[in-house]
């Protein structure tokens, strides 16, 4: 029925007569497609790269973070709202209250990562012979990061500690999430842990108690099981 | 003396007409049949209820515009676009100046006010057989709504369709005005449930196929018709692919609520519902169900179509079909595709699936829908879009493994078919 | 300048549950009614379909479907010797918007308030003494009783479906049921939730610790239901994505799927999106409502009269209007005056984390629905006897574990690194075999003098208009209370058979950044007398005679479950107020 009219007086989004709806409406994901980067400079996804390979390191429990597409998955991110703190409360004045009042800082992730990566190619270049990041050692890399998450190593005009824990979230985040956001590639974690993902429909499975789930893992976008 | 047999048949038809009514059955009908009782509620109120009936209303009067009858609607021919007229009593812009004879001719002889031809997307074909009577009554009704000034230009067709005069070869191949005639061994019930569906209700106007011109393709009466973008089901009595399952009530039911235990109105019928059938008496649906239930199946089919149960599909897509309705279909529909009544419709075994042409299903999986809500039924759950995460392949083999699963037996679909229709319906905004 | 728009009946203020609820009755009753929502218009196919709504990151991390900040928020401080700070984004709570609100993204646990919860403040006085009670808590009675609202509990629960078990029929204790319920008239419309393995080994190890357990009263549905507005449900297929998330195939109760679809067809009612209301408009005596001024998409002000006013934008939200709008007298902690902000309260939550032998439990925990669960009542409320606790107050226990989504209800044992090669393994060796019930201790949070709703004298929204500003910290009873019903908790988990259990029982101060149920309440209390609340016993503003003011704004304190029952019940309450005695003589319903 013909239900979204805007009404002169009021302009508003009128509802009435019955439940609005258009055919083919709706806002499914855009799905991530890997190649190019759409926030970070070359020189900032290697480093991210090589960071989540030694968040999520490559072993028999799954590839590793940067072949699991998590570089991808943050810089999307970044590039999209999430970067630019889209939907937050950005008034001022910005000021520093108690742990419990939360984070106040006006700087968004995108830029957090901007000056952090670069930051921390400026600290290893003087601490590793002129290496930046990407040219440490596995062993050397995993100090560095052990540095920034105990905060014994401080990055020089940034939150180190709260630089950690945003890219560890981001990497963990783009590990575990739906396939389609450009992380979590072929589903490695969910087989990993035994979550079949993106099923509605567990009616047979309540009353299988203490039994595996042998339902073929699937993403939203994501769906092996229906290829022969 | 008066002629017997003419007042028994006279009464007859009163009987059949005035079933749901309380009109006054006397031996002398003549005095309504001359003219309109300005203060005759009655039939006014009857006038109403058959434009229910005959849901002028869903091509004359233009949705959301809070002018009822007053046309400006863009019918969709295979032909091209008309504008509905406007109906009401203004006397310039509407019928407000016609003769109630001039009234008659339109609605029974798809004539127009000085004898021009009216395309036959006016179902004249189907309103031919309405009573002089009860096309007064709607006269006598449309006399009361508020008269509109609306000035419109009907004809869109292109040349030479613009010319009206090409309606006239075309009524003479294919229309030849009727009047009911009850069938004296069935019953008053059935007869009028053949009044209203072969008359004012037009069923055949969506649901028969038409020929190359447009025309109902007599002998294949009630087989299903493609048409904008949907397919209008086969409501023969087939058993698979007719309303062959149904039983009188759930016919009845579909029509005034929009759902029985295994359909939902959807598409062009949830219009139909919404504006016509929903608000028809319990006595008329019946009646139409009876009637419908007691025409033949489509076993005499047409060349090519199957006779018998159709080919086993193809197993490879059967199984991708499966997986793909065990992800996407069965969180509503259920494993066993029996849907939940009222909210969900059914997929095994229902004729909705099991029809020839998919093309509503493929409509329904690309872009959705939204179930009709009534009074009774006023849930009106809607189906999603899936058209962004299946492509054709996935829809064709999803609704192969649909009309052929838990029993169904349907041709497959094929991807090529789904992709001529998504991009065919691209270019719709309804 | 706004433009006036023609006059209606009723103006009603967010469609919401509450909206929802109170538009359809009062159409039903022929009046005009307008309902002007800040949110867009959602609806199952369109806005949560089974094809993309099962999306963590999009949902339950980004928080699609809720109240951007950008648009609305509030600032927060501990006590009044803090700089109240913006909420930059949700944490602590996460509130709704648009067309359902909260009711489309809800858990859907659908509990009643204790008989004892409703005369908390008599009740506790008369047993243990006046001087137990902490001497700045500011409990009270409500002004209504559990009898008052028990036919409205049931118009609730069958309006929604909900799927449970009675455990006290008109006096008579059912087995299997919850036995320290008040009575209830009749059973539940539909028969409780199935439960998964995590779940039943709950309930048998609470019976075998003498507990009686009984399923969580779910409004996501176990079977096909038709609501008693010819609405139909359809049956839950547990597929974890329930809170947080809308429901993609009609089973979980929400005024779309219960109440809207009926209220779209009345030709009475309209409902404008997008339109944000900015101030309740009042005459000049300042005791009768004129009607609501409201912003929509394009800027432009338009003021809407009507003769009545409902007040149903969520309880912070509510306050802020009603302060905005110079209704009622704003509350001063200092000198205890003001009914406006007084009483605000949360929810007092906590939980452990049981790990257990991966060799022989699979808790399948991505099999489960918002609303599943065993529970046991034993510690809530008044329901256990106080007096060598030190504290009063308590809470459903449960496992209630809703999910198995990965980044939210992954949990490895403490010591395991954050990261790295023993990071992977932990949430492997884990992910199948932890149960992880978030809501397990779901705990009263009583009201004190120092908690409380304002207006923030710094941070504004879009309009310039200031923001609700939130005090509020934890007191020692809350946090005595928590720490016990956390051990009893792990308690049942021990003797499930957990490997491993890890306490993790509510810690001061109030955090606003740990997420703890959106059960905001308070701030606009209803109670027997002007002197003691805002609002008379059916949450008729005592200022404003055509305002009613809906939602769990009027609980003096909470109690030990969750509100969206209480709030239901408290909707029909008014109504049926409104309906027989306010629209044939209009004006204050109760005079004190």
Redesign the interface.
């Given at each position: 029925m013909w239900?979204?009219l805007s009404s002169s007086?009021?302009?508003?989004?009128?509802?009435?007569?019955?439940?609005?709806?258009?055919p083919g409406?709706?806002?499914?994901?855009e799905a991530v497609t890997p190649g190019g980067w759409k926030y970070f400079t070359p020189q900032e996804a290697l480093t991210v790269e090589a960071f989540v390979d030694?968040?999520?390191?490559a072993?028999e429990?799954?590839p590793g973070g940067k072949d699991c597409g998590c570089a991808v998955f943050i810089d999307r991110q970044l590039a999209g709202p999430?970067g630019r703190?889209?939907?937050?409360?950005?008034?001022g004045?910005f000021?520093e209250?108690?742990?419990?009042?939360?984070?106040?800082s006006p700087v968004t992730p995108a830029q957090q990562y901007r000056k952090a990566l670069a930051a921390l190619d400026t600290d290893c270049r003087g601490k590793y012979s002129g290496k930046a990041f990407t040219g440490l050692s596995d062993e050397q890399k995993?100090t560095v990061?052990k540095g920034l998450?105990d905060g014994s190593l401080k990055l020089d005009g940034v939150d180190s500690a709260s630089f950690f824990k945003l890219i560890?979230k981001d990497?963990?985040?783009g590990f575990?999430?739906?396939p389609?956001?450009g992380g979590n590639k072929d589903m490695a974690?969910?087989k990993?842990?035994?979550?079949?993902g993106?099923?509605?429909?567990?009616?047979a499975?309540?009353?299988?108690?203490?039994?595996?789930?042998t339902l073929p893992p699937i993403g939203?976008n994501n769906h092996p099981n229906w290829s022969q | 003396m008066p002629d017997e047999s003419k007042i028994l048949r006279q009464l007859a038809s009163a009987l059949v007409l005035g079933a749901a009514l309380s009109l006054p059955v006397s031996a002398n009908l003549s005095a309504l049949a001359a003219s309109i009782d300005k203060q005759d509620f009655t039939q006014i109120q009857h006038g109403r209820y058959l434009t229910v009936v005959g849901d002028c209303a869903a091509c004359h009067t233009l949705p959301g515009s809070g002018h009822d009858f007053a046309g400006g609607r863009s019918i969709e021919t295979p032909f091209g676009n008309l504008i509905a007229p406007n109906i009401t009593p203004d006397p310039q812009t509407g019928i407000g100046a016609w003769t109630d004879d001039e009234f008659v001719n339109a609605l029974t002889k798809g004539t127009g006010r000085h004898g021009e031809r009216l395309y036959p997307a006016m179902p004249y074909t189907y309103y031919t057989r309405v009573t002089r009577d009860d096309a007064l009554a709607i006269r006598a009704y449309l006399n009361t709504v508020p008269a509109v000034r609306n000035p419109l230009k009907s004809d869109q067709l292109p040349f030479p369709l613009d010319m009206r005069v090409s309606i006239a070869v075309w009524d003479k191949l294919f229309f030849e005005p009727e009047s009911f005639d009850p069938d004296q061994s069935k019953s008053a019930q059935w007869n009028r449930g053949a009044y209203l569906t072969e008359g004012l209700g037009h069923c055949g106007m969506c649901h028969t196929p038409k020929n190359a011109l447009g025309a109902d393709d007599s002998g294949k009466a009630l087989q299903g018709y493609a048409l904008q973008g949907w397919f209008a089901p086969n409501i023969t009595n087939d058993p698979r692919r007719g309303l062959g399952s149904w039983s009188v009530d759930q016919i009845a039911s579909y029509l005034k609520t929009g759902h029985n235990s295994t359909a939902a109105g959807n598409g062009l019928m949830a219009e139909t519902i919404n504006l016509s059938t929903s608000q028809m008496s319990d006595d008329d649906l019946k009646a139409i169900a009876t009637y419908l239930k007691d025409r033949p199946g489509d076993r005499n089919g047409q060349p090519g179509e199957p006779q018998n149960t159709p080919a086993a599909p193809d197993q490879g897509k059967m199984k991708i079909g499966a997986q793909i309705y065990a992800d996407?279909?069965s969180?509503?529909h259920r494993g066993d595709g029996k849907g939940?009544?009222?909210?969900?419709p059914a997929l095994s075994d229902t004729p909705a699936v099991q029809q020839t042409d998919p093309t509503t299903l493929v409509h329904i999986v690309l872009r959705?829908g939204?179930s009709v809500?009534t009074?009774?039924?006023?849930?009106?759950?809607?189906?999603?879009?899936?058209a962004?995460?299946l492509d054709d392949d996935q829809v064709a083999a999803l609704l192969t493994y649909i009309r052929n699963a838990w029993g169904n037996a349907a041709p497959a679909v094929s991807a090529s078919a789904v992709g001529k229709e998504r991009a065919a319906l691209v270019e719709r905004s309804d | 300048m706004a433009?006036k728009?023609?006059r209606k009946d009723v103006a009603i203020i967010g469609l919401g549950w509450t909206g929802s609820i109170l538009a359809d009755e009062l159409t039903d009753a022929g009046l005009n009614v307008v309902a002007l929502e800040r949110g867009?218009?959602r609806?199952?196919?369109?806005?949560f379909?089974?094809?993309?709504?099962?999306?963590?990151?999009?949902y339950r991390?980004?928080h699609e479907l809720f109240l951007?900040?950008?648009q609305m928020?509030v600032t927060?401080?501990?006590n009044v010797n803090?700089?109240a700070?913006?909420?930059?984004?949700w944490?602590a709570f996460m509130l709704g918007n648009g067309?359902g609100g909260a009711g489309v993204h809800w858990n859907a646990e659908t509990w009643r308030f204790l008989p004892t919860d409703f005369t908390l403040k008599s009740h506790l006085t008369q047993r243990y003494g006046v001087s137990f009670l902490p001497n700045d808590m500011t409990i009270q009675d409500w002004g209504v009783t559990f009898a008052d609202l028990e036919p409205h509990y049931d118009e609730f629960e069958y309006l929604c479906g909900t799927s449970g078990q009675a455990g006290n029929l008109n006096g008579e204790i059912q087995a299997g049921g919850n036995p320290f319920e008040g009575p209830r008239s009749r059973p539940y419309p539909t028969p409780p939730q199935?439960?998964?393995?995590g779940h039943?080994l709950f309930a048998k190890a609470a019976e075998e610790l003498g507990y009686k357990p009984f399923p969580q009263p779910s409004g996501n549905l176990s079977q096909?239901y038709?609501n008693p507005?010819?609405?139909?449900?359809?049956?839950c297929?547990?597929?974890?994505?329930c809170e947080w998330f809308g429901c993609?195939?009609?089973s979980k109760a929400s005024p779309q799927t219960t109440v809207?679809?009926?209220l779209?067809?009345k030709?009475n009612?309209?409902?404008?999106?997008?339109?944000e209301v900015t101030r309740i408009n009042l005459d000049n005596t300042g005791k009768r409502a004129t009607g609501v001024t409201y912003v929509?998409?394009?800027g432009?002000e338009?003021e809407q009269p009507a003769d009545l006013v409902l007040l149903c934008a969520f309880s912070l939200f509510n306050v802020q209007l009603l302060l905005l709008s110079g209704i009622g007298t704003p509350y001063d902690p200092q000198t205890g005056q003001g009914q406006i902000g007084r009483n605000f309260t949360h929810q007092v939550m906590s939980s452990a984390l049981g790990f257990f032998d991966k060799d022989k439990?699979?808790?399948?925990p991505?099999?489960a629905s918002g609303a599943i669960g065993m529970c046991i009542d034993e510690f809530n409320g008044d329901n256990f006897d106080h007096s060598s606790l030190g504290f009063v107050g308590g809470g459903y226990i449960g496992q209630v574990q809703t999910n198995?989504r990965?980044?939210e209800t992954?949990a490895v044992p403490p010591g395991t690194p954050?990261?790295?090669?023993e990071w992977?393994?932990a949430?492997?060796d884990n992910?199948?075999s932890t149960i992880n019930s978030g809501g397990a201790c779901h705990a009263s949070f009583y009201s004190y003098r120092d908690n409380y709703l304002s207006l923030d004298p710094?941070?504004?929204d879009r309009f310039g208009r200031p923001l609700v500003r939130l005090t509020i910290d934890f007191h020692d009873n809350e946090i005595k209370m928590s720490n016990f019903l956390t051990d009893k908790y792990a308690e049942i988990l021990k003797q499930m058979g957990a490997k491993q259990i890890v306490k993790q029982p509510r810690k001061g101060?109030?955090?606003?950044?740990a997420y703890q149920t959106s059960h905001l309440n308070g701030g606009a209390i209803m109670g027997d007398k002007p002197g003691n609340s805002a609002l008379n016993r059916y949450l008729q503003s005592w200022d404003v005679p055509n305002l009613f003011v809906m939602g769990a704004s009027a609980f003096p304190q909470n109690a030990g479950y969750n509100p969206t029952g209480t709030v239901g019940a408290l909707a029909y309450w008014a109504a049926k107020a409104i309906r027989s005695q306010y629209l044939t003589n209009p004006g204050p319903l109760v005079h004190a």
């Open positions: 239900l979204l007086a009021a302009r508003a989004a009128l509802i009435r007569g019955g439940i609005p709806w258009k409406a709706g806002d499914p994901p030694r968040l999520i390191p072993d429990l799954s999430y703190f889209a939907g937050y409360y950005m008034s004045p000021q209250g108690t742990k419990q009042q939360g984070p106040q995993d990061i998450e560890l990497t963990q985040n575990l999430a739906d389609i956001y974690s969910w990993m842990i035994g979550f079949p993106a099923h509605y429909d567990y009616s499975w309540i009353d299988k108690h203490n039994q595996q789930v939203i | 996407e279909c969180g509503c939940t009544p009222g909210l969900f959705g939204l809500g009074q009774e039924a006023p849930t009106a759950a809607a189906m999603p879009a899936f962004w995460v | 433009r728009l023609p867009p218009w609806d199952t196919a369109t806005d379909p089974i094809s993309y709504a099962q999306d963590e990151l999009r991390i980004q951007r900040n950008s928020s927060f401080r501990n803090q700089t700070l913006p909420v930059r984004t944490g067309a199935k439960q998964g393995y039943t096909a038709t507005l010819g609405v139909r449900l359809g049956k297929t547990y597929c974890g994505f993609a195939n009609y809207l679809p009926v779209l067809r030709s009612f309209e409902g404008r999106t997008e339109c929509d998409t394009s432009e338009f439990y699979n808790f399948n991505f099999v198995g990965p980044i992954t954050a990261w790295g090669k992977k393994q949430l492997k992910y199948l710094t941070y504004k101060p109030y955090d606003v950044t």
